[in-house]
């Protein structure tokens, strides 16, 4: 019997933990800690939630990559003419849309510059053709034949195929081509180029047929494994992606081409579905829309290594159960003080190891609870917060063992605010500056500036509101969610000097924990009238729904960390639990050997 080492010149070496590197792939070892041999299977996809359209829709069409994608046209179930920019992590909608409203419409091209073409309108089919610049559509000359293409290209050189029909776009008007598929139908999938392309799957009967374009004659190849139409597909003509459609019975297959034939994948869609949308390549792609109507977005990643999601897990529990208190430091070296216990006011401060809690000076002020908090857990800074006498601008400096109290406090006492930064250089922004006696939100808009000795008062934020969160430093941060008289989603970016308008959160709350960069943040937890678990990602641009959420629902805990490596400990009702954020990250595709 040959033996392993006979065939690849190598022994199954024995480790304790798997091999990250993607030299691994196809390779053997034994894990003694695990018991057990294993191996790294070669490429295979699987696909990630995405942000969601704005407006879901079905039979829409696609054009560009994951990362710059475009949606337009398709039923909601009304015809519309909305049309969508992608970025890798969220939709944006376009001012404008087509000109002509209509679904099962072909697209091709970039986000960028882009075609559309066919499709249903109310009543009837359209020969209709539009030249998208990357703000606007134009209509330009139509089809020959009026139908529901599949389509693949640039916006100056496409092919739209369906049935018997195949027409050739040479960026001013269409031509229609002697030659035609060897199996008509409709409603099938492409990907390629205008002279190199591949169609796949239709109806009606539903097929598994697939066939090769060069550019002057249809050649049949090998089928699919799962015959289905209403399909999408992405790709060239020999390396190619098939995702989702109907076999009847909706579905999430996906199969990869790579030349020759086709293979199924073992991961499908989270979201089953036909008449969808894609963009991108066989390596890297969205799958969007689809019906039963959704504005589900799915992102494709196809290699040796697989993404993680971000997830949560347990913590050391904190010595003082408590909500309304403050954080600083990191995941490992974290910080906790202030709060409230329920019936009374905490001055309680606690270090965390990155397992447990020691209870470390308490804070001097007698206003512990939503008190703001920056830097690390052996220089941090506590400012403002709540006490009997109502808001406070009280300041303290933590050294690693015992409080200071600052000979200056703040300009503006005020509690349930944000702030970020070190011990030496912070700002804080937003909260409530109600009069002690007055039972009604002041909403506040208010920043200050901390110097390491004064504060200094700074330009205003956009919208005034408490329970604001804070990621960043000093001269680059980012506040989101809150309260504004509702919770509110509105995210905002300083320089340094002021405040501008971003992006939104994808779920409004308030005194929600944040932390990391202006960058790259993460905001998680809150109430949005309830207490919520739901955690986000912020790339600089927008903001991603995490798939992995927190697992005790709460607001008005302690934050520490970055958005890779995050801490959230405490908050209401009072609890001592502690959670710890583990973000995104990639593996590869470990199988553990049976002898089954």
Known sequence: ????????????????????????????????????????????????????????????????????????????????????????????????????????????????????????????????????????????????????????????????????????????????????????????????????ALNFGGESPIKAATESWNGSVWTSVNSMNTARSRLAGTGTQTSALAIGGITPTITGATETWNGTSWTSNPTSLATARNYLAAAGTKSSSIAFGGQPLTGATEAWNYGVSVPVAGSWSSG????????????????????????????????????????????????????????????????????GGDGSGGPTNSTEKYNGTAWTSNPTGMNTGRFVLAGVGNQTATIAFGGDARPPTSPTFLYSNLTESFNGTSWTVANTLNTARQGIAGAGTQTAALGFGGNTGSVTAATESWNGTSWTSVNSLNTPRRQLGGVGTQTAALGFGGTTGSPTTATELWNGTSWTTSPGSMGTARYSMATAGNQTSALGAGGYAPQTTTELWTGPSTTLNYKTLTTS
């Open 1 to 196: 019997m040959t033996t392993y080492n006979q065939l690849f010149g190598k022994y199954v070496q024995n480790v304790t933990s798997d091999p990250t590197s993607t030299d691994a792939e196809g390779q053997i070892w034994y894990n003694s800690t695990s018991g057990t041999f294993k191996t790294a299977l070669g490429s295979y996809g699987v696909f990630s939630s995405g942000g969601n359209l704005n407006t879901a829709r079905v039979a829409l069409a696609g054009a560009g990559t994951a990362t710059a994608g475009l949606a337009f046209g398709g039923g909601t179930p009304t015809k519309t003419t909305a049309t969508e920019l992608y970025n890798g992590t969220s939709w944006t909608s376009n001012p404008t849309g087509m000109n002509t409203a209509r679904t099962s419409l072909a697209g091709c091209g970039t986000q960028t510059a882009a075609l559309g073409f066919g499709g249903y309108l109310t009543p009837g089919v359209s020969a209709a053709t539009e030249s998208w610049n990357g703000s606007t559509w134009t209509s330009v000359n139509s089809m020959v034949s009026a139908n529901t293409m599949a389509g693949v290209g640039t916006q100056t050189a496409a092919l739209g195929v369906v049935d018997t029909t195949t027409e050739s776009w040479n960026g001013t008007s269409w031509t229609r081509l002697p030659a035609s598929l060897n199996t008509p139908r409709n409603t099938q999938a492409m990907s390629g180029t205008q002279t190199a």
């Open 316 to 383: 050391g529990s904190l010595n003082t159960a408590r909500y309304g208190l403050a954080g600083a430091g990191t995941q490992s070296a974290a910080l906790a003080f202030g709060g409230n216990t329920g019936p009374t006011y905490s001055n309680a401060t606690e270090a965390f190891n990155g397992t447990s809690w020691t209870n470390g000076g308490n804070m001097n002020s007698s206003s512990h609870r939503y008190t703001m908090g920056t830097g690390t857990q052996t220089a941090a800074l506590a400012a």
